[in-house]
């Protein structure tokens, strides 16, 4: 009988505690849906302010896209405080961070489609803001072919990893290779990542021990993501398969020393954005949001104990942008 009780109380402990680790939605908020086509966030606290960036355009492929990027003093209200543009040029995917002289820096892809859908070149851009509000004019880096996705600065370098699709072999291979800076403008090569598969998008992370962790989206073979990690100076690469595809992938290390990731979650069939427990050789999705369609490209930011998701959405049938606030 005592046995039993005992087993009882366990059970219930572990069931408990078990509840209490799952991740759950405190709020959800559409901040905006002005542009025909608003999609592919990214998220940061800069100068005690909350900014959001995003592309809007006529659709997910295609125009000539521009940069949207929102501010807001609380998280709950927001307004537009920049819009860039290029002629000609689709602006994609604008991610940001914040340089160690503290200006807010905006990486993105620079794209011509010359009024079709096909590809016809593309070269990354950057560009710099003392505020948030009034920006200098985007700069090209690297060289045309490349797509430098994402952008970590550490211990005063920028580390961002591009891959390179020459745009008249859209079925070639995609080479992915870690590139560094000092200023975010003069880039060099650190180290080539050995990824089979049309690797393409990249965010890599230094955590605090500074062992730098990349994930990788794959668009051939089985199309799951792929995990590596690598001790300074960054040169030698591990890697592991995981079984989950992404699309948008992004991680942070929080508090505790753990991973937590977001990206298109697609182990539901149709596609939808999703938070994952992350390791260095596995993703284990945890939690999902109100999201279908075109959707995912979260960008995420601990702060007050709970976690922050920007993302974009097509399940209210229009391509919006939403923020989500997180208890994990």
């Known amino acids: 009988m005592k046995f039993t009780f005992a087993l009882a109380v366990l059970c219930a402990t572990l069931a408990a505690s078990d509840a209490e680790s ?4 405190v ?3 559409k901040i905006w849906d002005a ?14 302010k909350w900014f959001c960036s995003f592309r809007e355009s006529e659709g997910h492929v295609g125009g000539d896209g521009k ?23 689709d602006l ?20 011509v489609y010359q009024g079709t859908k096909i590809l016809k070149g593309r070269q990354p851009r950057v560009a710099f803001s003392k505020d948030g509000r ?11 072919g490349e797509w430098l996705w994402r952008v970590t600065w550490h211990k005063g370098t920028a580390y ?8 008249d072999k859209l079925d070639a291979e995609r080479f992915i290779k870690l590139y560094s800076s000092k200023d975010g403008l003069d880039w060099k090569l650190a180290s080539s990542l050995d990824v089979s598969d049309k690797p393409n998008e990249t965010t890599v992370r230094v955590l605090k021990s500074g062992e730098m962790i990349a994930l990788v989206r794959r668009e051939a073979g089985d199309k799951g993501g792929w995990i590596g990690t690598s001790k300074p100076p960054y040169a030698e690469w591990k890697f592991a398969p995981t079984k989950q595809r992404t699309g948008g992938p992004n991680f942070i290390e929080l508090p505790d020393g753990s991973l937590i990731a977001g990206s298109r979650d697609h182990s539901k069939g149709a596609a939808k954005c999703s938070l994952f427990r992350m390791t260095r050789d596995s993703l284990e999705p945890v939690l999902t949001f109100p999201s279908g369609g075109d959707c995912s490209y979260p ?29 994990l």
Request: hydrophobic letters at 40%; charged letters at 20%.
């Open 92 to 111: 994609r995917d604008p991610k940001l961070s914040i340089t160690p002289d503290n200006r807010l820096m905006v990486v993105a892809g620079g794209s």
């Open 27 to 29: 709020s959800v908020k």
């Open 134 to 144: 009034t920006w200098m004019p985007t700069q090209r880096v690297l060289t045309e």
């Open 67 to 89: 940069l949207r990027i929102l501010e807001s003093a609380d998280g709950e209200h927001w307004k537009s405080a920049a819009l860039l543009a290029e002629e000609g040029i």
């Open 22 to 25: 799952k991740p759950e939605i």
């Open 160 to 167: 961002g990893v591009s891959y390179n699709l020459m745009p």
């Open 299 to 327: 960008g995420l930011v601990w702060h007050d104990g709970l976690l922050w998701v920007s993302y974009y959405s097509s399940h209210e049938g229009k391509t919006s942008i939403y923020l989500a606030k997180v208890k």
């Open 35 to 48: 542009g025909s086509h608003n999609a592919f966030t990214d998220l940061i606290r800069f100068q005690g």
